[in-house]
């Protein structure tokens, strides 16, 4: 029997379903989308877990809520048969408080569970205690997601509440829909707009996740994103870097090529025992690169210790001696430029054609759409 969690994640509307918008035009699917990542990198914290996310993760298509739910009530049953034994569903939505396509004062957060069971509810007493029990078993979801989207969100607390909706009513698992935040609510779209505070709302949820379940850390990966910052450490190397970037991966070697060691997040703080170009040897085997813009990493060289020297003994003053003029230096031919875009934005610059075209394949692997490397 195996004790891991199954979790279920949806995003919501697609991108092509009319009426779900904000008076300007932004679809609901862009900011459940970036729920569902910080969910997905939430969890990313915690072992004992399986998660698949039921949308179309590119928001092109919208598919219908009942083939979403027959989806998953599959997949719960697989798990079940394989000998899980626990499975969960969040959906993730942004209210609209009416249709007339102007900003309204509408604000805040609000979490759902189900209202009323299926129509077999009444027909005998073994179906009845397993309606009851995944009603509770939902509500103690939402009682451990609930505050902390509404911390990331900072939005007017609406509640947890009941609800006939079909992504919580037809999961045969405990099951919640969070709306987080609303889309044509004047307060809340400056919300909905930070993508910072659509990431944290997602990884409220993946914590809240982990305490409903009980869900361990991961070994060997920290849990920066939510925790608070390393003490200061003893005095080594040469300088030291706070991490700026959400994240930032730690490499073997410095260069986009090397293999990477784990996971950097902002807030921490590392000594810096060597400075190769824009990478900074942070332990014995690990290199992180500050960033063209040196945006990702803060650097602070240690003072230098001043040592008392000895008073020097006097010496007869000599007569100048005119010194030869040196040549004049070569100049220095300088390498090209190498900007790599991603979608339109620069990503990062180098010298050197390889580490562009490296940078180029992972801003590919990241989901990029239009990669270029422009030559200067």
């Known amino acids: 029997m195996s004790e891991e969690l199954l979790v279920l994640v949806d995003g919501g509307h697609g991108l092509g379903t009319s009426g779900k918008q904000t008076p300007d035009g932004e679809k609901e699917w862009t900011f459940n989308n970036k729920v569902v990542l910080g969910i997905v990198n939430g969890l990313k914290k915690y072992k004992g877990y399986r998660i698949v996310r039921l949308d179309d993760s590119t928001g092109k298509t919208d598919p219908l809520l ?10 719960i049953r697989k798990h079940l048969a394989d000998g899980g034994t626990r499975a969960i569903l969040v959906s993730s939505h942004h209210n609209a408080a009416g249709s007339t396509g102007k900003y309204t004062t509408a604000t805040g957060v609000e979490t759902f569970y189900i209202d009323q069971t299926r129509l077999n509810y009444q027909v005998n007493l073994g179906g009845r205690n397993v309606e009851t029990s995944r009603i509770n078993a939902s509500k103690k979801l939402a009682e451990a997601v609930h505050p902390g989207v509404v911390k990331a969100m900072g939005l007017r607390d609406r509640g947890i509440k ?28 400056k919300a909905l707009r930070d993508a910072k505070k659509l990431d944290a709302q997602g ?3 993946a914590d809240g996740i982990a305490k409903y379940a009980g869900l361990k850390a991961a070994t060997g990966i920290p849990v920066a994103p939510s925790a608070k910052p390393s003490a200061p450490a003893e005095v080594k190397g040469i300088g030291r870097v706070k991490i700026l970037a959400d994240k930032l991966n730690l490499r073997d070697k410095p260069d986009l090529s090397g293999k990477v060691i784990r996971e950097l997040h902002a807030g921490n703080e590392y000594n810096v025992y060597e400075i190769d170009g824009m990478w900074y040897k ?16 803060e650097y ?9 020297k000895p008073a020097p003994k006097p010496v007869a003053p000599k007569p100048p001696s005119p010194k030869p003029a040196k040549p004049a230096a070569k100049p220095v031919e300088q390498k090209p430029l190498h900007r790599v875009s991603a979608d339109g934005k620069q990503v990062n610059a180098f010298r050197d054609e390889a580490n562009a075209l490296n940078q180029a394949r992972e801003s590919l692997k990241s989901g990029a759409k239009d990669v270029r490397i422009t030559k200067q």
Do not use: Q
């Not at 009942?66 to 997949?75: E, F, K, S, V």
């Open 66 to 75: 009942i083939n979403r739910t027959n989806r998953a009530n599959a997949l």
């Open 162 to 189: 009941r609800g006939n909706l079909h992504m919580v009513r037809e999961p045969n698992c405990p099951a919640i829909l969070v709306e987080g935040g609303f889309m044509d609510g004047s307060i809340d779209i």
């Open 203 to 205: 990884k409220a949820i």
């Open 282 to 297: 942070l332990s014995s085997v690990g290199w992180a690169s500050i960033g063209s813009a040196k945006n990702y990493m």
């Open 300 to 308: 602070t060289p240690h003072p230098k210790k001043e040592t008392p």
